[in-house]
Every structure is written in C-alpha cells, then in structure tokens.
C-alpha cells in the first residue's frame, strides 16, 4: 500500500514562507510526476505546482516567482517552497503522485495539509 505524507502546512502572515513536504512510501517500482494541488473552500481543486522525475516544473499562473517546487528521487520526496504569500492561497493543499505499484500505474493522494494566510 502506497502511501503521501504531507508535512509543513500551518498558519502564517502575508508575506511569509513556508515550506511543505510529501514523502512516498510503500511498494513503488516507479515514481513519475509529483506535485500539489490546493482546494480552498467552496472552490475546486487546482493545480499549484508539479514535477518530472528530470526536474521539468509547471506552476500555476497565480503563483510563478512565489513558489519553488523541487524533488528529492532518491527519498521519494516532493517539496513546495512557498514565499511572499498571499491571503488567497489559504487552502488546502494535497501531494499527489503519478506513480506504479503491483497494482500497474496509478494517481495517489496525500491527505492534505492545511495553509491559512492571514491579512
């Protein structure tokens, strides 16, 4: 059983920094893209940021030159730097990874970690 474990959310005041993380465990054979998505509430779930296993990013355009999102293969880890921050990223924010198991090629889920911004 595969399992993401988010770390890193918490509350912060506009302009601040955090950074979160999210490690991959279980039996993987292969780990393709990573990234995160956010879901405030009362809206849908966006993509922020992902990954390649060669390092080629994607942001989202409300957050390019605020977040820096970067891997670590050899631990199965994703991290979201995330400076200058803004009131409305408060969010929800969920890891996911493109990732093959016993079970073949599959999408996993983080449970989520919670980023609250204040004014």
């Known amino acids: 059983q595969v399992q993401l474990v988010e770390s890193g959310g918490g509350l912060v005041q506009a302009g601040g920094s955090l950074r979160l993380s999210c490690a991959a465990s279980?039996?993987?054979?292969?780990?393709?893209?990573m990234g995160w998505y956010r879901q405030a509430p009362g809206k849908q779930r966006e993509l922020v940021a992902d990954?390649?296993?060669?390092?080629?990013?994607n942001y989202a355009d409300s957050v390019k030159g605020r977040f820096t999102i970067s891997r670590d293969n050899a631990k199965n880890t994703v991290y979201l730097q995330m400076n200058s921050l803004k009131p409305e990223d408060t969010a929800v924010y969920y890891c996911?990874?493109?990732?093959?198991?016993?079970?073949?090629?599959?999408?996993?889920w983080g449970q989520g970690t919670q980023v609250t911004v204040s004014s």
């Open positions: 996911h990874a493109d990732l093959r198991t016993n079970g073949g090629w599959g999408v996993s």
């Open positions: 279980g039996v993987i054979f292969n780990l393709n893209a």
């Open positions: 990954i390649t296993t060669r390092g080629s990013t």
